[in-house]
């Protein structure tokens, strides 16, 4: 628990005022316009225009996150200090652009002002993400900026000639292989047009439609509180990309009321977190990793949202199962409908934001590219804010000068860690480590797809617990995604794979971040909430494994195949939910327990006699739980 909370400390978000509170608020709008000029119109040189997206938004973070441990009441001379050179870094990319952009790498000098430059920005960076993410990706990123210079000195496959300060900073602040990365390319450009359209959507008042509509929809089913968490949560959690994000904002209003409705208070932060965790592998939006996946792997957003629609689905749908299971043994019912809105006219105050997300998706499926779907999305939502007689709701120009700067402002996490696994696959593309780290793999599964996948798996994991899940993804991508293809798996279903596990790290135990936060929102022991979290998303961590062996659930092959493979894994779901759960009709016995669970597994193997065996396994555990006498429901305990 003490190493949970020591990894989980970062900087605290100070409140400006006065002043300099409408500087940098001007400044943000400024910026934001600035960046959809560039965006949508004419983009400028890519090193100049990341340039300025991260030099402006690590001196907001100084400006707005005190140092881990430090009172927010107070900003050091220090900060502000730190501010300033982060700008002057910032000017001197603008000045040196046309230098910067036509250099040739490697061939070209570093002048004494690149070195100072590079190492000034390169400390700036990691001590902006020391602040808002936390140790873990600060200390893996001083790592990584060590080992070419320690390399020398390791024996074995790791160690290597050794490289000079020269080429370091080249690779990390000359070009757009370190700092100013493809990560941050993909924060500069998608995520901020992402951000953009959730501030724009919060400030015409979509929150409240989707929180009525999630509790029309749920509301009135049994369980119908936690239910309507894990659909507010689906929606906000796509849009947010950031599970730990979304607990601390949905989680604010969702787990204060799954307590009032009887829920135990360890298990309302768990559905929270496994709702949240299973937002990001959601579509439509699915976060900022996406968009990095579809950057790396070179395909079309779309694609990916087609792909992992049935996978998210079942995820979802376990979860719901669970839910359930606990509602029937707590026995907890659904809601009045009395005490609910009502579908039909919340339907009709939802269509003004409907309207722009359907076709929001409609036009990335026809093909256009995702920034331009985005813009237009978010002008229809300010056009259809005006159909409502609600005056508040209206977005003036107050409130869209407020969304951008919210905008620029909630981009400030995602950009530092960006910016900091930048660094990371800069040093792993200068140093090749990558490479050994793949023949590491490689060697130590043996030649054993299997056992490959649990590597990746644990390792993806690890990285995860202490991190949010775009830099968790950036890297793990980075160092086994290669082993796998080289295994013989598809790009796409590797990269799918190290994007749920980059998911669900954040709730696995015993450092689960999003678990931490959604434990202090219930006043409930992390590590419990952490460990039924996990119970809830069980199938997030087999569908992985399932989608390797059975590409057709990734909607590879003919649709027969597709089809039966969709039914039979489906099936496994609802057998593994269950079997997880200790429910199907009635609480189940150990016998019953593990005979859901080998249903499950028969049914998740690519093979249709064995996924006839486990169908006919799940049947029989449910005759016998139907003719047997009921038992007395499983209560769970600290309803608090």
């Known amino acids: ?25 001007g400044l943000c709008i400024v910026l934001a316009l600035y960046q959809l000029y560039s965006i949508i119109y004419a983009y400028p040189t890519v090193i100049v225009y990341r340039g300025i997206h991260i030099s402006a938004l690590v001196a907001l973070v100084f400006l707005f996150y005190t140092a881990p441990g430090r009172p927010k009441e107070k900003r050091p001379a220090a900060d502000t200090l730190c501010a300033l050179l982060a700008l002057a870094v910032g000017i001197y990319i603008v000045s040196n652009g046309d230098r910067l952009a036509f250099r040739r790498i490697f061939l070209d000098p570093v002048t004494w002002l690149d070195k100072t430059m590079g190492i000034l920005m390169i400390l700036l960076v990691l001590e902006a993400t020391r602040r808002v993410v936390g140790y873990p990706l600060t200390l893996l ?77 749920a509301g009135a089913w049994r369980g119908g509180m936690a239910k309507t968490a894990v659909v507010a949560s689906a929606f906000f959690g796509s849009i947010s990309g950031s599970p730990i994000a979304n607990v601390a904002t949905t989680g604010s209003f969702t787990i204060p009321m799954m307590k009032k409705r009887g829920y135990p208070a360890h298990f309302a932060g768990a559905v929270e977190t496994a709702a949240s965790c299973g937002g990001t592998i959601m579509p439509p939006v699915m976060g900022a990793v996406a968009f990095v996946m579809a950057e790396v792997l070179g395909i079309s957003y779309a694609q990916i949202m087609v792909i992992a629609f049935i996978p998210a689905l079942l995820y979802f749908g376990s979860v719901f199962l669970g839910v359930d299971s606990a509602a029937i043994k707590l026995g907890l019912q659904g809601l009045p409908r009395s005490e609910l809105p009502r579908l039909g006219p919340t339907l009709l105050q939802g269509l003004r934001f409907l309207g722009p997300l359907v076709w929001l998706v409609y036009r990335i499926l026809s093909g256009f590219t995702v920034n331009r779907a985005v813009f237009e999305a978010t002008g229809l939502i300010i056009l259809c804010s005006y159909l409502t007689r609600n005056r508040r709701q209206w977005m003036s120009p107050g409130k869209l000068a407020a969304a951008l700067a919210n905008a620029v402002q909630g981009i400030m996490t995602i950009a530092v860690a960006c910016s900091a696994a930048g660094i990371i696959v800069g040093i792993i593309s200068l140093t090749g480590v990558g490479v050994k780290f793949t023949s590491v793999i490689l060697a130590l599964a043996a030649g054993r797809l299997f056992l490959a996948l649990v590597l990746t798996a644990v390792v993806t994991v690890i990285l995860g617990m202490g991190m949010n899940i775009t830099p968790t993804y950036i890297l793990s991508a980075s160092l086994a995604a290669p082993a796998l293809i080289k295994a013989g798996i598809e790009p796409i279903a590797a990269h799918m794979f190290i994007l749920y596990f980059a998911a669900m790290a954040t709730m696995t135990p015993p450092v689960a971040m999003a678990a931490y936060t959604a434990a202090a929102i219930a006043d409930s022991d992390p590590l419990r909430v952490g460990f039924t979290a996990v119970r809830l998303g069980i199938v997030a961590y087999i569908i992985p494994f399932v989608f390797i062996y059975r590409p057709e659930i990734l909607l590879h092959g003919v649709p027969a195949q597709i089809a039966l493979s969709g039914l039979a894994v489906l099936a496994g779901c609802y057998a593994l939910a269950n079997g997880a759960n200790r429910w199907l009709v009635r609480t189940a016995t150990r016998p019953e327990q593990l005979g859901l669970l080998l249903a499950a597994l028969a049914l998740f193997w690519p093979d249709y006699r064995l996924n006839l065996a486990g169908l006919g396994g799940l049947l029989a555990v449910f005759i016998l739980q139907t003719k047997k006498p009921g038992r007395r429901p499983v209560s769970l305990p600290e309803r608090s």
């Open 1 to 25: 628990m003490g190493i949970g909370k020591k990894l989980l400390e970062k900087g605290k978000r100070r409140k400006l005022t006065g002043n300099l509170a409408r500087v940098v608020s």
């Open 141 to 217: 990123a001083v790592l990584f900026l060590a080992y070419p210079f320690c390399g020398a000195y390791l024996p074995g496959l790791f160690g290597h000639r050794g490289f000079s300060l020269n080429k370091v900073i080249e690779t990390s602040f000359l070009t757009t292989s370190g700092v100013f990365g493809m990560p941050v390319g993909i924060a500069s450009t998608y995520v901020f047009m992402f951000t953009l359209f959730g501030e724009v959507l919060a400030a015409s008042g979509a929150g409240d439609i989707f929180h009525d509509l999630s509790r029309s929809l």
